[in-house]
């Protein structure tokens, strides 16, 4: 299990000694730590959760993902203990959201806080102009190049899958960082795990939180955000920036010293407990 960062507050090893749950040994101490707090007051915190990497395991594409039995269930009685404080802060379109977990249709950011849904079952708003036919096409001739690069072209944004080819990295980033250069500052560029997002200026994870925590249901609560690549490091600033933690999830990467999570088998366990303790 990982350990616990010598960089986490202090305040969480006095909320760990004072309230250590039942499932202890399963999760990181901070893990722990969180979950205990957020069961003894759950009307202080605000969850916010990735998908992939986080919750589900990566798949060969990202349509191919599986996803758990009872995963959904789980998340809708954690909305309801958190007084509907619960929200999903994904790179997916939001329709692909509900897909996945239906009939789980929660309050949700997607395609990297372009797409914004304030209220579960509520209208989807798109934030963001669609990307240009241009830039698309533009995209595909890219990777047509790469046999085993999959395009997924999602509203405002497109990501470029690479995981099936992963020697053509460093080519498709080039090749994706220069169209970014020619967009006149309209697009920008975000590296996943096995993926090159090309996305609209302006929107990232960081800002999707912020404007969910915004909203009634959340307001005067602690973000907990739940993540695992880059593009979940403005959430976790900006959880922070609310008083709230990051979590990280999976590998240690070069710029991320924490992780509190395993994997998304560690993060769906540590959600089932919540949810049980919750009840
Ligand atoms: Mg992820």
Known sequence: MAAMSARWPAEL??????????WSGEFSRPAEAIAADICGAPDKWALFLDIDGTMLDFAATPDKVRVPPGLGVTLGRLTRSLGGALAIVTGRRILEVDRLFMPFVPVASGVHGSELRSEADGVIEFLAQPITDASSLA????????PGVVVETKGA?????????PHARE?????????VDTSGRSL????GCSVIEILPC???????LETLAALPLFKARRPIMIGDDFG???AFAAAERLGGFGLAVGRPRANRSRIEFEGPANVRSWLANLADCLD
């Open 13 to 22: 090893n006095r909320v760990g000694e004072q309230h250590r749950p039942a």
């Open 157 to 165: 944004g497109v990501a470029v899958h690479y995981r099936a080819a």
């Open 139 to 146: 995209i595909q001739a890219i990777a047509k190049r790469h």
């Open 188 to 191: 920008i560029k975000l590296d």
């Open 202 to 208: 302006g929107f990232n994870k960081g800002t999707a």
């Open 171 to 179: 080519a498709l980033d080039a090749q994706l960082q220069s169209l």
């Open 232 to 234: 979940d490091d403005p």
